[in-house]
Nanobody, 128 residues
Framework: QVQLVESGGGSVQVGGSLRLSCVASGYSYNRRCMGWFRQAPGKGREAVATTYTAGSHTDYNDAVKGRFTISQDNAKNTVYLQMNSLKPEDTAMYYC?????????????????????WGQGTQVTVSS
C-alpha cells in the first residue's frame, strides 16, 4: 500500500510560482513511477509530469514544458512540482499519483490505464 500526501497549492497571480510537494509512504517498488496530474473544472484529468523514481527520467505535458519541473528527493520520499510562469489555464486541482509500472509517461497518458495510488489533491488557482 502507498499513501500520498500533497501540499503547496494556493492562489497566485499570473506569472507567479508555486512548488507542490508529495510525500509518499509505502514500499518503493509500488511507486517506481510518480506523477502529477491535474483536473480543471468541467474538464478531464490530464497528466502534467512524471518521473521514474528508480532513475531520473522525466516527462512533461507540452503545455507545461519549460515552466514546470518535476523532481524527487528519495531520502525524503518526496516528489516536487516546481511551477513557474503560471497562467490562468494552469488553474486546477493537482493530484500526486504513484504506480509500480515502468512506462511512467506512456501509462500516465493512456486513457485506459489508471495509476494505482492517488493523493487527495491540492488546489492551484492562478488569477490575472
Amino acid at each position: 500500500q502507498v499513501q500520498l500526501v500533497e501540499s503547496g497549492g494556493g492562489s497566485v497571480q499570473v506569472g507567479g510560482s508555486l512548488r507542490l510537494s508529495c510525500v509518499a509512504s509505502g514500499y518503493s517498488y509500488n511507486r517506481r513511477c510518480m506523477g502529477w496530474f491535474r483536473q480543471a473544472p468541467g474538464k478531464g484529468r490530464e497528466a502534467v509530469a512524471t518521473t521514474y523514481t528508480a532513475g531520473s527520467h522525466t516527462d512533461y505535458n507540452d503545455a507545461v514544458k519549460g515552466r514546470f519541473t518535476i523532481s524527487q528527493d528519495n531520502a525524503k520520499n518526496t516528489v516536487y512540482l516546481q511551477m513557474n510562469s503560471l497562467k490562468p489555464e494552469d488553474t486546477a486541482m493537482y493530484y500526486c499519483a504513484a504506480d509500480p509500472g515502468a512506462y511512467c509517461w506512456a501509462q500516465a497518458r493512456d486513457p485506459g490505464y489508471e495509476y494505482k495510488y492517488w493523493g487527495q489533491g491540492t488546489q492551484v488557482t492562478v488569477s490575472s
